[in-house]
């Protein structure tokens, strides 16, 4: 197997280009879905009962906090979908740093539309930049190391190309987006087989040329299990930092190593030094704090 950048005391190579959010018609879709749960079936009818039908309004989005931006293709295009001659100028882009009191975008339009899609713009933004926000936290963490952070699968449903997203802005790399995508022996993959060895013979014997294989392991038997077994990355699961370094000698570069567990800014550092090529996290995109974001008419 050829080594591993990380492993051959190579930087990691950074993207070409600026992370691309999903297809806009993904994107319409789920905003339309938010905005049907919000309006209901008589629409806002506070808004309907207090603003007459033509009025219009000029709007800025303002951060209440600093942090990273993400999502302003859902907030644009909530007020686009209630108003299609909205006008929404972009201050600071996707992945984009933002000041507290910083302008992320102004916008008018009519003001029924911007009040009835306010929320849902809102509720995509802050949630997406808050994920953003601790991306780029975890990874500026891990900065003078090789260590990359990846994100996992627990998202929140039908959110998952979104939030995937935001964790790429914050400077952060995608996981498997599915159980389709690779495969991922599991403990209780494990154990239903019968050990390491038979899970792999059987996913190689079932999967194309083109599939990854990754196996967790708890323990440096483990491990060596999934090397001998042939695995293209180990998932070390929860391991001690002592129990790391250990594994990453184990594996001297003949597999990919990720770090499970545990993945906070604080504790990157420690778990970074032990030579893990990734380390995951699954409560950024679960668990991430929204990022303090407001509609403010100027």
């Known amino acids: 197997m050829t080594e591993h950048p990380a492993r051959s005391g190579e930087p990691m190579p950074a993207p070409l280009f600026p992370p691309a959010p999903p297809p806009p018609f993904l994107i319409t879709q789920l905003v ?7 309006l209901g079936r008589a629409g806002d009818i506070t808004t309907a009962a207090l603003i007459p039908p033509g009025q219009r309004i000029k709007a800025v989005l303002t951060a209440r906090e600093p942090g990273v931006v993400a999502g302003l293709p859902c907030a644009e295009a909530a007020f686009r979908l209630l108003d299609p001659e909205i006008r929404f100028e972009t201050v600071i882009p996707d992945g984009g740093r933002v000041a507290a009191g910083g302008v992320i975008a102004r916008l008018s339009g009519l003001a029924r539309a911007v009040l009835g899609a306010e929320r849902v713009a809102l509720n995509f933004l802050c949630h997406l930049s808050g994920i953003a926000t601790l991306t780029a936290a975890i990874t500026a963490a891990l900065a003078p190391s090789r260590t990359r952070l990846v994100c996992t699968r627990k998202t929140l449903p039908g959110l998952r190309a979104l939030q995937k997203y935001a964790v790429r802005l ?91 567990g545990r993945i906070t800014p604080e504790t990157a550092p420690e778990i970074a030094a032990t030579g893990v090529d990734l380390v995951s996290a699954g409560w950024i995109t679960h668990s991430a704090r929204a990022l303090d974001i407001g509609l403010d008419l100027p």
């Open 32 to 38: 339309q879905a938010a905005l049907a749960e919000d």
């Open 170 to 260: 914050g400077g952060g790399f995608n996981h498997r987006f599915g159980l389709d995508d690779a495969v991922l022996i599991k403990d209780n993959h494990i154990a239903l087989c019968g050990g390491v060895a038979e899970a792999v013979r059987r996913a190689r014997a079932a999967v194309g040329h083109m599939v990854k294989i990754a196996c967790e392991a708890e323990t440096l038997e483990d491990v060596a299990a999934a090397l001998a077994a042939g695995v293209d990355a180990v998932l070390l699961d929860n391991m001690t930092p002592a129990a790391l370094r250990a594994a990453v000698a184990l594996i001297g570069g003949r597999a990919v190593s990720e770090a499970s």
